[in-house]
T-cell receptor, first 115, second 112 residues
Framework: EPEVTQTPSHQVTQMGQEVILRCVPI?????FYWYRQILGQKVEFLVS????????KSEIFDDQFSVERPDGSNFTLKIRSTKLEDSAMYFC?????????????FGSGTQLSVL | QKEVEQNSGPLSVPEGAIASLNCTYS??????FFWYRQYSGKSPELIMF????GDKEDGRFTAQLNKASQYVSLLIRDSQPSDSATYLCAVFIYSSASKIIFGSGTRLSIRP
């Protein structure tokens, strides 16, 4: 069964460093998402991406965040200058469409620890 | 006002009984509703989705939607210890381009 894959599974970084989290969405999916989950808290929407541009972003997704689809398969989330509060599990997700009736499938996540 | 609300639990149910999980949402334009299961340290896994008012059954799971009351629920029949997890209610927000918003989840514990 097709799945969303994320790398790395764990990332440890120093505060102020840049990190790039990588995702390979399901191949025929057109909508891509990043969510994050701080330990013990809810899954929070960060950004949605369609047709090579951002469709929607939350207030969490400030100027230190960016997303990119550098080629036909990868979808990346970059955090330019990490802060302690960026420590969280980051989930990539994809869906066939964006009308709301399509199912959202999640990758296994990248646990980001900022020291 | 929170967009998607759930009782955080924990909800403790004996094995073999029916577990009932509830969720309310604030955006009347919401079109579709999802239930995800999340085991500790793992990613959310879709178990049910519903778009129309009424009930939708899939195996031991039944999703119920009442758009007039802005209420969606999940029933788990014949609860098993493996059902012990956090259940996340998610709602597609129609007013946005494409965004699914999650509730904070209900922790379910099935006791043998």
């Amino acid at each position: 069964e097709p799945e969303v894959t994320q790398t790395p599974s764990h990332q440890v970084t120093q505060m102020g460093q840049e990190v790039i989290l990588r995702c390979v969405p399901i191949s025929n999916h057109l909508y891509f998402y990043w969510y994050r989950q701080i330990l013990g808290q809810k899954v929070e929407f960060l950004v949605s991406f369609y047709n090579n541009e951002i469709s929607e972003k939350s207030e969490i997704f400030d100027d230190q965040f960016s997303v990119e689809r550098p080629d036909g398969s990868n979808f990346t989330l970059k955090i330019r200058s990490t802060k302690l509060e960026d420590s969280a599990m980051y989930f990539c997700a994809s869906s066939e469409g964006g009308t709301g009736i399509e199912k959202l499938f999640f990758g296994s996540g990248t646990q980001l620890s900022v020291l | 006002q929170k967009e998607v609300e759930q009782n955080s639990g924990p909800l403790s149910v004996p094995e073999g009984a029916i577990a009932s999980l509830n969720c309310t949402y604030s955006d009347r334009g919401s079109q579709s509703f999802f239930w995800y299961r999340q085991y500790s340290g793992k990613s959310p896994e879709l178990i049910m989705f519903i778009y129309s008012n009424g009930d939708k059954e899939d195996g031991r799971f039944t999703a119920q939607l009442n758009k007039a009351s802005q209420y969606v629920s999940l029933l788990i029949r014949d609860s098993q210890p493996s059902d012990s997890a956090t259940y996340l209610c998610a709602v597609f927000i129609y007013s946005s381009a494409s965004k699914i918003i999650f509730g904070s989840g209900t922790r379910l514990s099935i006791r043998p």
